[in-house]
Nanobody
Framework: QPHLVESGGGLVQSGGSQRLSCQTS????????MSWYRQAPGEQREWVAT???????LYADLVKGRFTISRDNAKNTVYLQMNSLKPDDTAVYLC?????WGQGTQVTVLA
């Protein structure tokens, strides 16, 4: 059964960095397209970044140049490195494999 577990969230100062991880199991990770989304309180869920099975990446304009998505197929894990964080980046960050969602990890950026 597919399973996604995010970790790495927490409190960070504006301008700081945070690295999120999404540990996966129950499916062929190396073939999967993996994405990060985020949802702020009272807002709709929004797409952040995607990485294909070949390592090709796509980013939302709001995070381009600040965030980097990567994957380690040996560890069945996808990462999101977030730099130059802003208070507007505060949200629950969720991992998605085009079928299921993780439970999310909270990132709070302090002004």
């Amino acid at each position: 059964q597919p399973h996604l577990v995010e970790s790495g969230g927490g409190l960070v100062q504006s301008g700081g960095s945070q690295r999120l991880s999404c540990q996966t199991s129950g499916f062929t990770f190396s073939r999967a397209v993996m994405s990060w989304y985020r949802q702020a309180p009272g807002e709709q869920r929004e797409w952040v970044a995607t990485i294909g099975s070949a390592g090709n990446t796509l980013y939302a304009d709001l995070v381009k140049g600040r965030f980097t998505i990567s994957r380690d197929n040996a560890k069945n894990t996808v990462y999101l490195q977030m730099n130059s964080l802003k208070p507007d980046d505060t949200a629950v960050y969720l991992c998605h494999n085009e079928i299921i969602w993780g439970q999310g990890t909270q990132v709070t950026v302090l002004a």
